[in-house]
């Protein structure tokens, strides 16, 4: 059968007369209420609505589609009887159209004065619906709504079953599931729970027909921009895998609707280009330009390093996006690294930005407790800290052992490291290592020197264990053993301080010719006190009457005049007492240790050492400089690196003979040369001679030291005391060059492990 449509029963100026019906209507009156529906057709009318797939197969048959509104109304019955003929078209299509179209119907009785009381019974007449029928009006976005308002509109269209699905699968107010978890709560397949979903989706593009979802999207491009790239102009491919839960879900839904996914959306305003996006407020080409540059700058220059100082001249905003998006290098915290960095190397950047921070040296002991302090999650160890320095030798310089401070910029935030690595030392908790017999023997016997460590080693080592591993065990875990003065090692929980020094009645370690002769040759040449744990003024009281009764006359009146009772803590009389003797007695007579061969350049490396302490301590002594060199403290070899100083203008000789004996002072191109000097460190990871720094110095220095020899001295007074009094100093110049080769193999090692 052919559907055909009729004219109105009502003329127009019928319908126009009614405007002005009384209050109350006749709702039987349906002549009436038809004159009121315009001719709009069906299919025009809800084209934008949702609705079921066999609805909207019927409304788009023809002889539906274009009947007017009017019509479908008077010819009802008809109607409904061609649907229920359909195939697959029953009487649930049929109600759900007359649902949709109540709405409208309803809408224009009021449009034309029925009152609203009466609206409902108006509109189930001429629908052949219950008048109790909740009847929703064909409403529009709210105007002038933002993104998340207007998703939030469109999930409220929405049936409940649906809502459920589409939260549930988007995250949206609950964590986000598989079609395999929502289809057992629901008792359905994954299949089915898939083409509900789509079904759902389909009825939210319906509704967002007329909405500016478009348009929102678009206008919140920079909003999602900043909180994926955190500002930048760039973002990786794994920030942007890794940064996608920052965004609202609401947002991958109304991406969803628009049929596009995040990555294709922001396609649209950032372009590809390496290992991720590049914001089109940058020039794609401009920046391989930049990170050209960058390689060619950065050639053989280690890696990690500032940022800030791999770009020099270049605009950080490029740097950045070179950097990480065509040279694939990971940028954190303000340091440009190769790749992702593992623990170590993060351990390695977070030390140099706290040794940065700290503005000078350190010793392991004290950046330990301020590395635990700063990432008290990485339960690192001294030994730890000592191989990674090691192995970026480009961020820190060794001054002596022990001791170290960080050469090059920082980053502007403290790098972090995670605990995924165990301490290098964790097996030192077996008792059957060399640190934990070690640790037993101090424990028992107290501070004692190396060299009866060693000579006691077979019994104080476990069963297959060298004594050439005793004095590295020492040196490695400067936070276990604290080396209290030259060649004698201590525990921490050893108390060794005033009170400990006055009342002890042995104190071989210290009460001895050696201790005391050392210490004079400090005190004249300028060390201060702290130098070694033990060289304060109580210890120096001690020394003093000691000598008095035991030592060698040279060695007593020596003492005496670099003495400081002023200082000792003992009474009035007892202080003038001992300032009256250093008048009367005191003349320093101590010798030092010379070295028959000629001294050429010392490394240029040991240079910036040296004149980084000197910065640090204001004044710098020869026995300072000998501990920088890792020779033994008397030699006379650190009047070449002296002399380097002096030449160079970094430091200035103190007047009279034998200069190189007592204190320098800061020079007036300190300062310069020690700029120069860190930055081709940095830049390089060593230092030598043959390079452009190096030939810029040697230029500068006086042609004796340039030609290789070392400065005239004045006469050197031999020394009384053997090679085997010096084990450590010996020790430390013997295998200072295989310990560091050691440690950086064991770096290397570690890292490639990671």
Same mark, same amino acid.
């Given at each position: 059968m052919r559907l055909t449509s009729?004219?109105?029963?009502?003329?127009?100026?019928?319908?126009?007369?009614?405007?002005?019906?009384?209050?109350?209507?006749?709702?039987?009156?349906?002549?009436?209420?038809?004159a009121l529906i315009d001719e709009t057709a069906v299919g025009e009318l809800l084209a934008d609505r949702p609705m079921s797939v066999r609805l909207k197969r019927i409304i788009g048959r023809p002889e539906l589609a274009g009947m007017s509104l009017r019509s479908l109304l008077q010819q009802r019955l008809m109607v409904e009887a061609w649907m229920l003929r359909q195939p697959n078209c029953g009487q649930r299509s049929v109600s759900e159209l007359m649902t949709h179209l109540a709405g409208y119907v309803r809408a224009q009785l009021g449009r034309y004065g029925v009152p609203d009381d009466q609206l409902g019974e108006a509109t189930a007449r001429l629908l052949g619906i219950p008048a109790d029928l909740e009847i929703?009006?064909?409403?529009?976005?709210?105007?002038?709504c933002s993104l998340f308002d207007l998703v939030d509109w469109l999930l409220a269209r929405l049936e409940p079953r649906q809502l459920d699905i589409i939260r549930r699968r988007f995250g949206i107010g609950c964590a986000d599931e598989t079609l395999e978890e929502i289809g057992r709560s629901y008792n359905l397949t994954r299949e089915r729970i898939r083409q509900l979903e789509s079904r759902a989706l389909s009825e939210l593009r319906l509704h967002s027909r007329r909405s500016r979802l478009k348009a929102l999207l678009d206008e919140y491009r920079p909003v999602t921009w900043d909180r994926l790239a955190d500002g930048k102009a760039h973002l990786t491919a794994a920030q942007l895998n890794r940064r996608e839960s920052r965004l609202d879900r609401r947002l991958h839904l109304a991406l969803a609707i628009r049929g596009l996914g995040l990555e294709r959306w922001i396609a649209g305003f950032a372009s590809r280009i390496g290992a991720g996006r590049l914001h089109h407020r940058l020039n794609r080409d401009h920046v391989k330009r930049v990170a050209k540059e960058l390689r060619l700058s950065s050639r053989g220059r280690p890696l990690p390093r500032t940022l800030d100082h791999a770009r020099g001249s270049i605009a950080i905003e490029e740097a950045a996006a070179a950097a @990480? /998006?065509?040279?694939?290098?990971?940028?954190?915290? &303000?340091y440009a690294y190769p790749k992702k960095p593992a623990t170590r190397l993060r351990r390695a950047t977070a030390l140099h930005w706290l040794l940065t921070r700290l503005g000078g040296p350190a010793e392991v002991r004290e950046l330990?407790?301020?590395?635990?302090?700063?990432?008290?999650?990485?339960?690192?160890?001294?030994?730890?800290?000592?191989?990674v320095m090691e192995a970026a030798r480009h961020l820190f310089v060794e001054i002596w052992e022990g001791r170290w401070q960080a050469v090059g910029p920082a980053g502007d935030i403290p790098p972090s490291a995670s605990a995924t690595v165990p301490p290098a030392d964790s097996e030192q908790a077996n008792e059957n290592t060399i640190t934990a017999a070690l640790e037993r @023997? /101090?424990?028992?016997?107290?501070?004692?020197?190396? &060299?009866?460590?060693?000579?006691?080693?077979?019994?104080?080592?476990?069963?297959?264990?060298?004594?050439?591993?005793?004095?590295?065990?020492?040196?490695?875990?400067?936070?276990?053993?604290?080396?209290v003065l030259p060649?004698?090692?201590?525990?921490p929980s050893h108390k060794l301080g005033e009170e400990e020094i006055l009342s002890a009645h042995r104190l071989d370690f210290l009460l001895n010719e050696k201790q005391a002769r050392l210490f004079g040759l400090a005190r004249r040449c300028g060390e201060p006190w702290g130098r070694f744990p033990l060289w304060s003024p109580a210890a120096e009281m001690r020394l003093c009457r000691w000598a008095r009764a035991n030592a060698a006359p040279s060695i007593f009146r020596s003492l005496l005049s670099v003495a400081s009772p002023e200082e000792w803590p003992t009474d009035q009389s007892d202080r003038q007492m001992w300032l009256d003797l250093r008048r009367s007695h005191g003349r320093f007579e101590l010798g030092y240790s010379r070295r028959e061969d000629r001294v050429g350049r010392p490394p240029l490396e040991r240079?910036?050492?040296?004149?980084?302490?000197l910065r640090t301590e204001g004044s710098i002594g020869f026995m300072t400089v000998n501990r920088i060199l890792g020779i033994r403290l008397d030699s006379s070899n650190a009047a070449t690196v002296l002399a380097v100083l002096t030449g160079s203008a970094m430091a200035v000789a103190p007047d009279g003979g034998a200069s190189w004996q007592r204190p320098h002072l800061p020079g007036r191109r300190l300062?310069?040369?020690?700029?120069?000097?860190?930055?081709?460190?940095?830049?390089?990871?060593?230092?030598?001679?043959?390079?452009?720094?190096?030939a810029a110095l040697g230029q500068a220095l006086d042609a004796r030291v340039t030609d290789g020899l070392s400065p005239e001295m004045d006469p050197v007074v031999p020394a009384d005391f053997s090679d085997e009094d010096d084990e450590f100093e010996r020790f430390i110049q013997d295998h200072r060059r295989a310990i560091a080769e050691q440690r950086r193999e064991d770096a290397l090692n570690w890292l490639d492990s990671e």
């Open positions: 009729s004219s109105s029963a009502r003329s127009e100026a019928d319908a126009t007369s009614f405007s002005g019906a009384p209050a109350r209507l006749d709702v039987g009156e349906i002549g009436q209420l038809m929703g009006l064909p409403d529009d976005p709210p105007p002038d @990480e /998006l065509v040279l694939r290098w990971h940028l954190e915290a &303000g330990l407790d301020r590395y635990h302090a700063a990432v008290p999650h990485d339960p690192c160890s001294d030994r730890d800290l000592v191989i @023997e /101090l424990l028992r016997v107290g501070p004692t020197r190396l &060299g009866e460590l060693m000579a006691r080693a077979r019994d104080i080592l476990p069963s297959g264990r060298s004594a050439n591993s005793l004095a590295p065990t020492l040196i490695m875990n400067p936070a276990r053993f604290i080396r060649g004698v090692y201590a525990l240079i910036l050492a040296a004149g980084l302490q300062d310069q040369w020690l700029e120069a000097l860190s930055e081709a460190h940095h830049s390089d990871g060593q230092l030598a001679w043959q390079s452009d720094v190096g």
